[in-house]
């Protein structure tokens, strides 16, 4: 259960060290990603796990080998997957919007 947490939560930060880590090579590697690529990444991984999900619908349909649970388990993952794109989507609009609001 812990691994598929942890890997959910690196599909959205590649690059990014875990907090408190104090290597000077994972700065650099963080400093080597930009913001549009990590995005970009994050959306191109949320759309892979779609279409895993569909994937795994279509076959607990045609009655191949995978049970209600893992095609169960593919829908959560995909919709906690988009949600969390939502909700970064959301964040950048308020943090655009404020400094918009900033006055020079």
Known sequence: MT???NQISNMFSPGIPPVGF???TANSVASDVSF???MLQSLENVNQIQAQSQQSI???L???DITQAEVFSSI????LALRMMVQMRNKLLEAYNEIQRMQM
């Open 22 to 24: 104090n290597d000077n």
């Open 3 to 5: 691994d598929s947490i």
């Open 62 to 64: 045609l009655g191949e």
């Open 58 to 60: 279509e076959r607990g």
């Open 36 to 38: 549009k690529d990590m």
């Open 76 to 79: 959560k993952k995909a919709d």
